[in-house]
């Protein structure tokens, strides 16, 4: 077990897109993948992707629920909103269960987009407002490279799409459709942005998709950290 360095945003490796995992039960990949808990849960962060850890291999991890359980899921997410997402997901009591997942595939399952404050690791000390599908489906390899495939919602659809952003070599900013809601997360926090004004304050038409008030978008604390 080992803390990994974590890459930061300009490191070519974050831009380089990913390689699919031949055999997810190879050692070194449960090795890796220990250490990548072991840093995601060090840096405080709710998901981490491997190229985060400067290894260009499809693998992520993170906190939600494995089981398709979609009410909790949504309970999650209010709990989260309510509290203003804190800092990494066990700032909002159960983070849920840690899921690993290996050569993900997303299908969107509705054209609804929803916006929601994201951060990352790979971006420390920041955090901005990001579209995301409402719904989607993920698909994959666990950890003993048993397919599986899960429907998620609101903020583990938010999380999921992401981390496997990691693995395309993209990053949040990059999805962002107003560059002004990106910011320093000491300046959000001495002057708090309540996200559905924000976005009805707009004049470039994004105020008809700003129905995320079930993401973690709280007006004062930190989104979860991926
Ligand atoms: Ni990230």
Redo the contacts with the bound molecule.
């Keep these: 077990m080992a803390i990994l360095k974590i890459a930061k945003m300009g490191d070519p490796v974050l831009r380089t897109p990913a390689q699919d995992v031949p055999d997810p039960t190879q050692p070194q990949i449960r090795a890796l993948v220990s250490d990548m808990v072991e840093t995601m849960v060090d840096a405080g962060g709710a998901?981490l992707?491997a190229p985060?850890v400067h290894v260009p291999l499809k693998i992520v991890i993170f906190y939600a629920p494995a089981d398709g359980a979609e009410e909790s899921v949504e309970e999650g997410a209010e709990e989260e909103a309510e509290q203003g997402a804190g800092d990494g997901a066990e700032a909002a009591g159960d983070p849920g269960a840690l899921t690993i997942l290996i050569n993900p595939k997303i299908e969107p399952l509705t054209d609804e987009q929803a916006f929601g404050w994201e951060g990352?690791?790979?971006?420390p000390g920041m955090r901005g407002v990001v579209p995301r599908f409402t719904r989607i489906r993920y698909s994959g390899l666990d950890i003993n490279g048993h397919p599986v495939s899960i429907e998620a919602e609101g903020f583990h659809a938010r999380v999921v799409q992401?981390?496997c952003d990691?693995l395309d070599g993209v990053?949040?900013p990059q999805r962002m459709t107003d560059l002004r809601l990106l910011g320093f997360n000491d300046e959000f926090d001495r002057h708090p942005l309540d996200l559905s004004p924000a976005q009805d304050e707009d004049e470039d038409g994004a105020a008809d998709a700003a129905d995320g008030a079930d993401e973690p978008a709280g007006a004062d604390g930190e989104p979860a950290?991926?």
């Design positions: 998901g992707a985060q990352c690791l790979s971006v992401h981390e990691h990053l949040y950290k991926g």
